[in-house]
């Protein structure tokens, strides 16, 4: 259905495009590989007990357990990029999964998973600086006593400057795609259950004063109600909106994927940009209600893999930083991710699947 957003982001899109064409002249888009898919070849559906001969889906299954799984033991190992030694030898440590894990250096390394139980073994490259906690979103008391116990190790604060979300939206296609057991993700069924989600995950008790929160919502009108409306997400927690980044996706050639005045389906996705009130501040007025000094950003780029974000790592670092703070360094959190960012904390039971080394390839 027809939003009354539709019109204003078609303009700002349309003339972004333009300021773009008219000052680039670059290629639209890096080099990538491509790796060929079998025409007309849908992936057998298997029985939820069976193992999987599928690479991929092995994988998936064995993140799905790591996640879930607090009792059985995996072996682990952390090694050098360029150390093309099997994770089948001389693996360092044997022990129940930890669920959460830090890269302390200062250049990426190789994590090697085993699981006896499951005759898996995966590799994932994991960015400097980089921490996960590899654990569902609903189970939020023991990621919070995570991020308890690592800040007095490491002497840090509990709380994060920025944090970056993408609720698992409902959505009508991935449930029927999660039918066939192609789906790539899971959802939740309505936006209610999303809602109940996110309360219980206490992310105000995250976020420092403040601190920003983006979220990225549908075309629904409902889902954009539920972050922005009365008691919604914003208000609960006493978030002002300050900006919306839209992320128009292009073709290879620079053009939107589908037409911006399309009813079925939007070219673009939104990115709802709040700051956290500091009621220590008196002279600092919030009128949550006000979003007439809202700023407009689009995002043009290349949508790759189906939902997945493009990074916005360098926008953050140069945006969020507080008229008040001290420290240019900004602690920044995404929940549902599924995939880790150097410097980030990361947090979903998805969050090593794009960061499998098959989906890296060495400069050399």
Not at 27 to 51: C, D, T, Y
Not at 68 to 94: G, I, K, N, P
Not at 189 to 213: C, H, K, S
Not at 343 to 349: M, Q
Request: charged residues 25%.
């Amino acid at each position: 259905m027809a939003t009354e957003h539709d019109d204003l982001y078609a303009q700002l899109i349309s003339s972004s495009l333009a300021v773009v064409r008219q000052n680039y002249t670059g290629p639209w888009f890096l080099p990538r590989i491509v790796i060929p898919q079998a025409e007309n070849v849908l992936p057998f559906k298997r029985k939820s007990n069976e193992p999987s001969s599928d690479p991929e889906s092995a994988r998936d299954d064995l993140l799905q357990q790591l996640s879930s799984d607090t009792t059985s033991s995996y072996t682990f190992r952390w090694r050098h990029v360029d150390d093309q030694q099997s994770a089948s030898e001389s693996l360092l440590e044997t022990s129940p999964w930890p669920k959460y894990l830090y890269n302390s250096s200062n250049v990426a390394r190789v994590l090697d998973i085993e699981s006896t139980s499951m005759h898996t073994t995966a590799s994932f490259c994991i960015p400097p600086g980089a921490a996960f906690y590899l654990g569902d979103c609903s189970n939020s008391r023991s990621f919070h006593l995570a991020v308890k116990s690592i800040a007095e190790q490491l002497d840090t604060p509990r709380q994060f400057d920025v944090i970056v979300m993408d609720p698992p939206w409902p959505n009508a296609s991935v449930r029927r795609t999660e039918k066939s057991g192609r789906s790539a993700y899971q959802v939740s069924p309505t936006v209610w259950d999303v809602r109940q989600l996110i309360f219980e995950m206490d992310i105000d008790v995250l976020l420092a004063n403040e601190g920003l929160i983006a979220i990225w919502i549908t075309n629904k009108p409902a889902v954009r109600d539920l972050v922005l409306g009365e008691d919604g997400l914003f208000d609960s927690w006493d978030v002002q909106l300050e900006e919306e980044w839209l992320w128009v996706k292009t073709t290879t050639e620079g053009e939107p994927v589908s037409p911006l005045d399309a009813l079925w389906r939007k070219p673009y996705e939104v990115l709802l940009v709040g700051r956290k009130h500091d009621p220590r501040r008196s002279d600092q007025h919030v009128n949550l209600a006000d979003t007439s000094k809202v700023e407009r950003r689009v995002i043009v780029g290349l949508a790759d893999l189906h939902s997945r974000k493009p990074c916005l790592e360098s926008l953050f670092r140069r945006f969020a930083i507080s008229p008040t703070s001290t420290s240019t360094k900004q602690r920044i959190l995404e929940c549902f991710a599924r995939y880790l960012v150097s410097g980030w904390w990361s947090w979903g039971n998805q969050v090593l699947k794009f960061n499998h080394t098959d989906c890296w390839q060495s400069k050399s």
